[in-house]
């Protein structure tokens, strides 16, 4: 479940309905991800997001969210890309084994880097 909208609960059998969720305001994680990438600009692969994200802002993020901080970063990021907030662009590279993931902001993304927009997942 990665926040859709619509979706009609069955009142008792599904797992939606039996486990009671919270929502969760995961604004400050999702900003500081997005600001990651910016000033990482075009050297922003996955492996140095991370490597990045967690120099400069791991610490203070554990303090806001707790022990589930490093599952949350993975949620997060995934909401993002999903929601189109970052754009990932997959490049082959040739004689190699497997891609890299290079990841980029959509306009969209300056709405929650500005405070304009909010992102409230159910945990």
Do not use: W
């Not at 009671?20 to 990438?37: C, G, N």
């Not at 050297?43 to 967690?54: M, N, P, Q």
């Not at 997060?76 to 890309?81: A, E, I, K, P, W």
């Not at 990841?103 to 709405?111: F, R, S």
Request: hydrophobic share 35%; net charge positive.
């Amino acid at each position: 479940y990665l926040g859709e909208t619509g979706l009609k609960a069955c009142g008792k059998s599904c797992d939606n309905c039996i486990k009671t969720k919270s929502v969760k305001d995961v604004t400050p994680l999702a900003k500081s991800i997005l600001l990651t990438i910016k000033n990482l600009g075009d050297d922003s692969l996955k492996s140095r997001i991370k490597i990045h994200y967690k120099k400069h802002y791991s610490s203070k993020m554990k303090l806001l969210y707790g022990s589930n901080f490093n599952s949350l970063y993975d949620y997060v990021f995934s909401y993002l890309r999903i929601n189109k907030f970052l754009k990932e662009r997959i490049i082959t590279r040739n004689g190699f084994y497997g891609t890299i993931q290079i990841y980029n902001l959509y306009v969209k993304a300056k709405l929650i880097l500005y405070d304009k927009k909010s992102i409230n997942i159910i945990i």
